[in-house]
């Protein structure tokens, strides 16, 4: 079982930043992928960007959507259990929820991971 937390959502005006913080629990953090994904209220939860898991030779790989690629940095700290999502040049449209998550298979579809935070609230005012 890994349990995850997020943290570092807010209010933030549109240009700015944010960093989003995900705690696993768990001794076998590094050997997950880890995802962050955001939905919106009845929408579908959309991949934003993930890193592969695995040794320092072959894991910390990064993939990102398209919306997000350029502004968001994903990045891990095993040592932490800690996942992050730097969020730079926030835009109104990147308000929703953001969830973190963790699984087995490096996948942007949320169906693929196995374990999810509770979400955090990122709002930028248009």
């Known amino acids: 079982q890994v349990q995850l937390v997020e943290s570092g959502g807010g209010l933030v005006q549109a240009g700015g930043s944010l960093r989003l913080s995900c705690v696993a629990s768990?001794?076998?953090?590094?050997?997950?992928?880890m995802g962050w994904f955001r939905q919106a209220p009845e929408k579908e939860r959309d991949f934003v960007a993930t890193v592969s898991g695995g040794s320092i030779w072959n894991g910390g790989n990064t993939y990102y959507a398209d919306s997000v690629k350029a502004r968001f940095t994903i990045s891990r700290d095993n040592a932490k259990n800690t996942v992050y999502l730097q969020m730079n040049s926030l835009k109104p449209k990147d308000t929703t929820v953001y969830y973190c998550?963790?699984?087995?298979?490096?996948?942007?579809?949320?169906?693929?991971?196995?374990?999810w935070g509770q979400g955090t609230q990122v709002t930028v005012p248009s």
């Open positions: 998550a963790a699984g087995r298979r490096l996948s942007t579809r949320s169906y693929d991971y196995d374990y």
């Open positions: 768990g001794r076998t953090f590094s050997n997950y992928n």
